[in-house]
């Protein structure tokens, strides 16, 4: 018996070793061969399938680091030795698909990286089929045994929360010392970043407002503003291209530019201090130790991300923590249901939708629909809702639309919500342009020039298939496009979809794939910091593109060449940190997305009740405006989760902490 059991425990030891090679292998192996003279060799030097398969694998899943490989093979074999946890049933399903899917959306990822197409993951030939499936086998695997560590860790995680009564005494003390340590925090990024750093957008939102002619930066600038109306568009927010304009004047007024661009960088900044401040005293309301609530200020005060996010001039940079506050103020609701019959809650509520409905143009939309689910779990206190939550946001609408057509605002064009469809059409017509109807071209024709439409199709970006000429060829004809003639072009989108739903999804996956992708296709590195992932600078452009006149008064909104021995600090600080293996996906926003979906499937797997729920949805909803954003895997469509991701932490804890709770009353009811 006792030499059965050393045979039976050595024949586990085997298959665990085996099983790990096999999955780390699959982990790093490269869909494509290593080389095209190995590529062939792979696949020419054998008639049969399998034997290609396993020459080809054998070529490709040679990692460029040996030690890549070991490594990945101790980690895996650790997780199967260790991780023996067998969860609920709706626990194992909720994250076995979840991992699927983020498996599934990855390796997709990586062909269209590669290639443009998902040839090396959809495909009829064994050999390329066979690597990406255990490539796929292996991921799903991998992110389904991890998902298991926060139940399995679960007592260790409880130990962030304190069984004392909640830290804060007096949240007025704790919120202005919170804030003035995270400020003088940030005040070296203030100094090197003055007056401030602006987006594309932004520059564009000040080129509107001082009446400069809109370079083609994005496409329907040229016939937004060329309508003899005004010089104002409501392509951005026109209020806050109004905020952002008038601050400028003020400044120009008491002497520079400078003032009115450091104002908007200060406002900002300080705007965000206040709600992280404002994050942390709630934090301590939910008996997390002081432990807990350090590491997370120091997160505040040491993340590079946030200060630089905070200073920059862009409208995502408002609406980030303004989401983050809309969360807190449900949040408290949920811990205290007298929260909704307080004056002081109400009219923090009241301006946070205002805020939302004004920064941003989806802000409506999240603001509405978070504030219907908030009155299916505030249902005993549902006239507070109404009144304070859903009726606000439909009055700001009104006065938003209202005032915009008193002065005279140019409306923004809803073509700007199709990119998807678009790039659909644009992907169709580049690969099957003789697969048309003459009535499907009579019907495209009036929207678009049809022979312009496959070279400007671009994969990422669908901006060049909204271009009203200008910087661009034309391709979407604004002028003459009518609602009918919107509606017919659904009709022939939705016919043309069945004869290649495969084009369809292709040009879905190309444009959003970066959004849910675990490999990031661009490395980290100084030359981004310009781009919306490391705000430093203002983006390139030609020097006089972007020189305002005012009052007789001439400026540039170009600083980005001041303070370069402190921006030079800053690049190294981020390219050290980025080059750490695990820091670096802090600093990519589809991480917070991933911990998010954790989150969710958490909730449901244990069926947790809907308050929880409640908290969640505006944070999802990002997700949708992500898949339908004009560019793929733009950073700043992920502001609301990086701003949002201490947050996520705590309702992460929340929610393990109701798991073991009910666990706990399960057992002892039994």
């Given amino acids: 018996m006792n030499l059965s059991f050393r045979i039976s425990k050595i024949k586990k030891r085997t298959i665990i070793v085996v099983l790990s090679l096999l999955i780390s292998m699959g982990l790093n192996i490269s869909l494509l061969a290593t080389s095209e003279a190995q590529y062939k060799a792979a696949y020419m030097s054998s008639n049969h399938p399998f034997q290609r398969f396993l020459l080809g694998l054998a070529n490709s899943a040679s990692p460029n680091n040996v030690n890549t490989l070991l490594v990945t093979a101790f980690v895996v074999t650790v997780l199967l030795t260790t991780i023996k946890f067998h969860g609920p049933r709706w626990f194992n399903f909720a994250t076995l698909l979840l991992s699927a899917l983020i498996s599934t959306y990855s390796l997709l990822a990586l062909s269209f990286q590669y290639t443009g197409t998902w040839d090396l993951v959809v495909s009829s030939s064994f050999p390329i089929l066979g690597k990406a499936l255990l490539k796929w086998m292996s991921l799903t695997f991998f992110l389904f045994q991890l998902a298991k560590l926060p139940l399995i860790f679960k007592k260790n995680i409880l130990l962030l929360f304190s069984s004392d009564k909640p830290i804060s005494k007096n949240k007025k003390t704790s919120f202005w010392r919170f804030f003035f340590w995270i400020f003088v925090a940030w005040l070296f990024y203030l100094i090197v970043l003055f007056p401030g750093s602006a987006s594309w957008d932004t520059l564009n939102q000040f080129s509107e407002f001082f009446g400069k002619k809109i370079s083609w930066v994005y496409p329907t600038a040229q016939y937004l503003l060329h309508s003899g109306q005004s010089t104002i568009s409501d392509h951005h927010p026109f209020l806050l291209t109004l905020y952002y304009g008038g601050l400028i004047k003020f400044g120009v007024s008491l002497g520079s530019e400078k003032i009115g661009l450091f104002l908007i960088t200060l406002i900002q900044t300080l705007y965000t201090i206040a709600i992280f401040s404002m994050s942390l005293v709630t934090f301590e309301t939910l008996k997390l130790r002081r432990k807990t609530i350090n590491i997370l200020f120091y997160f505040y005060c040491f993340f590079p991300l946030f200060p630089l996010y905070a200073m920059y001039q862009v409208k995502n940079s408002i609406y980030g923590p303004t989401l983050l506050w809309f969360c807190l103020l449900v949040i408290k609701a949920l811990i205290d249901n007298n929260q909704l019959s307080k004056t002081s809650w109400r009219i ?238 802090l600093f990519r926003g589809t991480s917070y997305v991933f911990f998010a979906l954790l989150i969710l499937s958490l909730m449901f797997a244990n069926r947790l009740n809907l308050k929880y729920l409640t908290v969640f949805v505006p944070i999802l909803l990002q997700l949708g405006v992500c898949i339908l954003s004009p560019v793929n895997g733009s950073q700043r469509y992920l502001y609301p989760f990086i701003y949002c991701g201490p947050f996520l932490f705590v309702l992460f804890l929340l929610v393990v902490r109701t798991i073991d709770i009910r666990t706990s009353n399960g057992m002892k009811s039994s």
């Fill in 348 to 585: 923090m509520m009241v301006v946070n939708l205002l805020l939302q409905v004004i920064s941003i143009k989806y802000g409506f939309y999240v603001a509405i629909i978070s504030s219907l689910v908030a009155i299916l779990v505030f249902h005993h206190n549902w006239k507070s809702v109404l009144f304070f939550m859903i009726v606000p946001v439909i009055a700001f609408r009104i006065a938003y639309s209202s005032l915009s057509t008193t002065l005279n605002i140019i409306p923004g064009d809803p073509i700007e919500m199709y990119s998807i469809p678009l790039q659909q059409t644009g992907r169709y017509l580049k690969y099957y342009p003789n697969d048309v109807t003459k009535h499907e071209k009579k019907v495209l024709s009036k929207m678009f020039v049809i022979d312009n439409i496959a070279g400007a199709y671009t994969p990422e970006v669908s901006d060049a298939m909204k271009s009203g000429g200008g910087g661009s060829p034309l391709v979407y004809k604004y002028p003459t496009v009518t609602k009918k003639d919107m509606a017919d072009y659904k009709k022939v989108w939705f016919k043309m979809m069945f004869r290649h739903p495969g084009i369809y999804l292709e040009a879905f996956f190309n444009q959003t794939y970066e959004y849910f992708n675990l490999y990031p296709e661009t490395n980290l590195h100084s030359q981004n910091l310009a781009f919306d992932q490391f705000p430093l600078n203002v983006p390139k452009h030609d020097k006089n593109q972007y020189v305002f006149h005012t009052s007789g008064h001439k400026f540039s909104s170009n600083y980005s060449q001041s303070n370069k021995f402190g921006r030079n600090i800053i690049i190294n600080l981020l390219n050290f940190l980025v080059s750490i293996p695990g820091v670096s996906l």
